[in-house]
């Protein structure tokens, strides 16, 4: 293994909740061995199937969430399986798990029964609600999770009469995981200091609550209560749309407000070039921008003008984004160094030559398949960090012997 955590060990047992975590530190070069049931973990039956074919080793989900780990199997409820586990972590740097609280004390496995041996272990409990909470023992999902914490609330449409939406591909684990993973890191760097080992207690519903943006802070500090809108943040009070159909009847978002001499330059030309200036409403105020030096939206917002500026260039991305197609649109907007976004199925995006430019897509040789997989990249950008997928996720209980050995 190779990466900034090379050397590391992390024994993580499989989960809906710390997969992301052991992805992860394993892309950043721990040793990963992930701990599966007896048929191994339920993930591997979460679908889509590669070449659709189910089976417990071509689930996509699990593909993604476990790269770069060696799986092994042991039954915990068994005197050999606690045995293999306790001789694993005995060898570990750090423990992901997020097992229902009580399980593992019960079978003599929690941290408090092995930190006690290995102060120096740093033990992370993924959960619902945090180890203490009795909510973190009731069923928990993706889909719940993401409605509890206010997440799915400040996502949706500006029409209130449809329903909150939540984000697609497990979002909620991601967040958590990431949150995991930090503290992970840090307790890490704390041992590297001198410190002790520690338990990490992460809460999905508190690491989602606090990603809301203006969400949690508009309502604990200002009692309101913010309010989704289309394509934009949520916010106490309504906002101007952004988002626009282009003339091939996709969308693209108009972005930042423009707040620059140069940007009110730059929109004015654009319109001159496609001859729109004459049917764009109120263009003139872009000249008064340009004379005026530009608009600073921190000082200015209650000078009518102003605001007049800001509005009349909203008003003349739209009429561009209007009568060009949403790719013209979007590029046009590129190379004039104007913000604004077009709006991708995930599959467009994946395949987008922006993406694959910056490293969006890696291959991974499957050998089982006898072909690679191209699988998506590094989920932060990390110049002093290498970040790699080390190997294809593994199948199930394919590294039993090489990390515990044969049976007797």
Known sequence: MSGALAGVRVVELASFWGAWTGKLLGDLGADVIVVEPPGGHATRGFGPFADDEPHHDRSLWWWYYNTSKRSVVIDLATPRGSEEFRRLVADADVVVEGEVPGRLAAL????????????????????SHGRASERSREPWTDLTISATSGVAWLNGYDDHALPPMRGRGSQTIQVTGTFAAMAALTALLH??????????????????????????????VAGETVQRQTGRHAMSQPTQGVQVEAADGRHVTTGFLPQSQADFQVIVDWLDELGLRETSP??????????????????????????????AARAALVHIAENVTSLEFFEGAQRRDLQVGIVLAPEEAFENEHFVARGMQVAVHHDELGRAVRYPGAPFSMASSPWAIQRRPPLLDEHHDEVLGSEP
């Open 191 to 220: 041992r590297d200091a001198g410190g002790p080992g520690q338990h990490v207690d992460v809460s999905a519903f508190a690491a989602c609550n606090v990603t809301t943006e203006s969400g949690t802070f508009f309502y604990l």
């Open 282 to 311: 109120e263009s003139f105020f872009l000249d008064i921008g340009v004379t005026r030096g530009g608009v600073d939206v921190a000082t200015e917002m209650q000078d009518p003008e102003a605001l007049a500026v800001l509005e």
């Open 108 to 127: 003599g496995l929690d941290h408090t029964d092995l930190r006690a041996e290995r102060p120096e272990l740093i033990w992370v409990s993924v959960t």
